[in-house]
């Protein structure tokens, strides 16, 4: 498969603060999760857990434009890679969100290739997009000065497509086809809602795990890095055979799951 520019998958660009980018790329499996919490603290506390990537949360998390800036500088001032997942794939949503010195973007819900080059053009400057430049915030994420990103960005800031409906599954093969999408990220829980009506999946049903397996013969196929969300550690480790990266649930699900199981124990 040709390209016409350099990706984060083709980069020869060496920059050690893009810490997710570097470990996938070196086939290291890096670990990411996902926060929902709007709080410099929680940013710092979760980043100095040994995780790879945080995801900041804009779609269903309590994060609005301050809380997804402040998040983004403590994190990557600490060695981990921001990844923001926005709220949906228009121009101005992923401007912003990339203004912001992420390390990459996380998009839900892609439904088509068109939507999925719709993504890939907003988050590049041009000639491979259209995104603008204004801001002196994004450099900072990625310890450089504002011409140095300028160069490097189109190609060092790793590109999140989510398959989570029937449509993006059934178009997976188009969608993974778009130069400039970089990971093909799987939304379990909407995923089994569009395809079952439950969530969640017992994982077994077999409608899932065809749609799962076309989702990751996809990106191979088409040379893209695969992912999805995990509950566990345990997972996590089983995902190793079949994805790059997995993101382990998120600062709420941490937290409610650390008091239940220790009050569960304190009243037994």
Request: net charge neutral; charged share 20%.
């Amino acid at each position: 498969m040709t390209r016409s520019y350099p990706t984060a998958h083709t980069t020869q660009i060496q920059n050690s603060r893009l810490r997710v980018l570097n470990k996938i790329k070196a086939g290291e499996f890096p670990l990411m999760t996902f926060m929902a919490l709007p709080s410099v603290r929680m940013a710092q506390i979760v980043a100095l857990t040994g995780v790879d990537g945080i995801i900041i949360d804009c779609e269903h998390g309590h994060i609005g434009d301050e809380a997804m800036h402040n998040s983004v500088a403590a994190i990557s001032s600490l060695g981990v890679s921001p990844v923001i997942r926005i709220r949906g794939p228009a121009h101005d949503i992923l401007k912003r969100a990339l203004d912001t010195g992420a390390h990459g973007i996380m998009v839900p819900q892609i439904n088509n290739a068109e939507e999925a080059r719709q993504v890939v053009a907003s988050s590049k400057f041009p000639p491979q997009g259209v995104r603008g430049q204004g801001s002196a915030f994004p450099a900072i994420g990625h310890a450089l000065t504002t011409p140095e990103y300028m160069k490097s960005a189109n190609e060092t800031i790793v590109t999140m497509i989510q398959i989570e409906t029937r449509a993006g599954v059934e178009n997976v093969e188009e969608i993974a086809a778009v130069d400039g999408v970089d990971l093909i990220f799987i939304g379990p829980n909407d995923l089994a809602q569009s395809l079952l009506g439950y969530v969640p999946a017992r994982g077994d049903e077999p409608e899932f795990v065809k749609a799962v397996d076309k989702i990751i013969n996809a990106a191979r196929k088409h040379g893209k890095w695969a992912g999805r969300m995990v509950n566990n550690g345990t997972a996590a480790k089983e995902a190793r055979e079949r994805y790059d990266t997995v993101a382990i649930t998120g600062d709420t699900k941490a937290i409610q799951n650390w008091y239940m199981a220790e009050f569960d124990i304190a009243r037994s």
